[in-house]
Nanobody, 122 residues
Framework: QVQLVESGGDSVQAGGSLRLSCTTS????????IGWFRQAPGVGRVGVGY????????YYADFVKGRFTVDRDDSKNTAYLEMHDLKPEDTAMYYC???????????????WGQGTQVTVSS
C-alpha cells in the first residue's frame, strides 16, 4: 500500500521559515517525481514545485521562486519542501505527491498524502 505522509506544517509569522517533509512507503521512491502542491480554502490545488527522480532537476511556480526549495533523500524515501520568507498568501494546506512525469499538473500525479497545514500571519 502506497503511503505519503506530510509533516512540518505550523503557524508562523510573515518572514518566517518552515521545512515540510514527505515520508513515503510502499513505492520505489527513487523511480518517482515528487511534487509539492498547496490548496487554500475556496481555491483549487496549485503546483508549488517538483524534483525529478533522475538528475534531481527541480522546477518551481513563479510565486515561490527564490523562496522555496524542493529536495529529496532517496535513502530515506523522503522529500522536503524548504520555505523561506513566508507570506500570508502562502497560507494553505500543503500536499506532496508521487508521479511519473515532471509537471506541476496535479492530475498527472498518482499518489497523494493527506496534507499539512501552513498558516502565515502578518
Amino acid at each position: 500500500q502506497v503511503q505519503l505522509v506530510e509533516s512540518g506544517g505550523d503557524s508562523v509569522q510573515a518572514g518566517g521559515s518552515l521545512r515540510l517533509s514527505c515520508t513515503t512507503s510502499g513505492l520505489t521512491f527513487s523511480q518517482y517525481v515528487i511534487g509539492w502542491f498547496r490548496q487554500a480554502p475556496g481555491v483549487g490545488r496549485v503546483g508549488v514545485g517538483y524534483i525529478a527522480n533522475i538528475g534531481r532537476r527541480t522546477y518551481y511556480a513563479d510565486f515561490v521562486k527564490g523562496r522555496f526549495t524542493v529536495d529529496r533523500d532517496d535513502s530515506k524515501n523522503t522529500a522536503y519542501l524548504e520555505m523561506h520568507d513566508l507570506k500570508p498568501e502562502d497560507t494553505a494546506m500543503y500536499y506532496c505527491a508521487a508521479g511519473p512525469v515532471q509537471t506541476l499538473e496535479p492530475s498527472l500525479y498518482q499518489s497523494w498524502g493527506q496534507g499539512t497545514q501552513v498558516t502565515v500571519s502578518s
